[in-house]
Nanobody, 116 residues
Framework: QVQLVESGGALVEPGGSLRLSCAAS????????MSWYRQTPGKEREFVAS????????NYAASVKDRFTISRDNAKSTLYLQMNSLKPEDTAVYYC?????????WGQGTQVTVSS
């Protein structure tokens, strides 16, 4: 069965950096595009970034472009999100997402808090 396990969330000061990871299993990771989303209380989950199966194509939300970098290691079946120049408004639970055969899979999420 598909499993997505996020890690790397933490409390960080504004301007700091974090790298999130999403360990994937139960499917052939290298043939699927993957995405990161985030959610704050009372708001809908929002798109952050996506990456093609081979990693050659990426897309970002305007709010994180030039600060966040999505990447993947297909040999390790792991998705990453490098977050730099973090702002308080980046505070959220971050989720990785897979769509396979029209079914959406989510991990359990990892909390990122940006605060001084």
């Amino acid at each position: 069965q598909v499993q997505l396990v996020e890690s790397g969330g933490a409390l960080v000061e504004p301007g700091g950096s974090l790298r999130l990871s999403c360990a994937a299993s139960g499917f052939t990771f290298s043939v699927f595009g993957m995405s990161w989303y985030r959610q704050t209380p009372g708001k809908e989950r929002e798109f952050v970034a996506s990456i093609s199966p081979g990693g050659g194509s990426t897309n970002y939300a305007a709010s994180v472009k030039d600060r966040f970098t999505i990447s993947r290691d297909n040999a390790k079946s792991t998705l990453y999100l490098q977050m730099n120049s973090l702002k308080p408004e980046d505070t959220a639970v971050y989720y990785c997402r897979l769509i396979r055969s029209r079914v959406i899979y989510w991990g359990q999420g990892t909390q990122v808090t940006v605060s001084s």
